[in-house]
T-cell receptor
Framework: GENVEQHPSTLSVQEGDSAVIKCTYS??????FPWYKQELGKGPQLIID?????GEKKDQRIAVTLNKTAKHFSLHITETQPEDSAVYFC?????????FGAGTRLTVKP | DSGVTQTPKHLITATGQRVTLRCSPR?????VYWYQQSLDQGLQFLIQ???????AKGNILERFSAQQFPDLHSELNLSSLELGDSALYFC???????????FGDGTRLSIL
């Protein structure tokens, strides 16, 4: 089955800096890659997603890149703010079978 | 607001007891998923239902069971509870095809 690895497990950045979280997947048939943000006391919320026919997608300060050949995808957050502090999960999915990475705890220091 | 409703928000009970967690999916979503999240851990997939039928099973203990009703709401039943079952339990729902899952805010289960 699909295996998703996520790195780093923790990430601390200074406010205004960029943050990058990387994920790799094992099943080349996976074709949908969402990213979730989980704040304390809340459920994971979808923040951006990308499908396998696209290499990059951007939404304001957040961007996701996908390299199908290497089977890895990354989340980029620019101009980080304290409210970006949360746990971020990547996922890889095919046919509604979605597997999650272990999560990255991002801390943005003011 | 994801549109997924979970009740109750908090549940405190004792070892050996049985509890039922409830989930109402987003309007129109046929798939419901259950996850367990222990302290500072990732999302452990338990089970998926699609339109009333079990679709996929993850690391779900035999003491746990779930069902999805004709109105598409789902219940997760946890029995013979142990201290290690203390965790956040999330429900998510999705539409047909390869679509994102939308999560509720979870039920925090504490076993004393």
């Amino acid at each position: 089955g699909e295996n998703v690895e996520q790195h780093p497990s923790t990430l601390s950045v200074q406010e205004g800096d960029s943050a990058v979280i990387k994920c790799t997947y094992s099943d080349s048939a996976s074709n949908y890659f969402p990213w979730y943000k989980q704040e304390l006391g809340k459920g994971p919320q979808l923040i951006i997603d990308i499908r396998s026919n696209v290499g990059e997608k951007k939404d304001q300060r957040i961007a996701v890149t996908l390299n199908k050949t290497a089977k890895h995808f990354s989340l980029h957050i620019t101009e980080t703010q304290p409210e970006d502090s949360a746990v971020y999960f990547c996922a890889a999915s095919k046919d509604n079978d979605m597997r999650f990475g272990a999560g990255t705890r991002l801390t943005v220091k003011p | 607001d994801s549109g997924v409703t979970q009740t109750p928000k908090h549940l405190i009970t004792a070892t050996g007891q049985r509890v039922t967690l409830r989930c109402s999916p987003r309007s129109g979503d046929l798939s419901v998923y259950w996850y367990q999240q222990s302290l500072d851990q990732g999302l452990q997939f338990l089970i998926q239902y699609y339109n009333g039928e079990e679709r996929a099973k993850g690391n779900i203990l035999e003491r746990f069971s779930a069902q999805q009703f004709p109105d598409l709401h789902s219940e997760l039943n946890l029995s013979s509870l142990e201290l290690g079952d203390s965790a956040l339990y999330f429900c998510a729902s999705s539409g047909a095809g390869n679509q994102p899952q939308h999560f509720g805010d979870g039920t925090r289960l504490s076993i004393l």
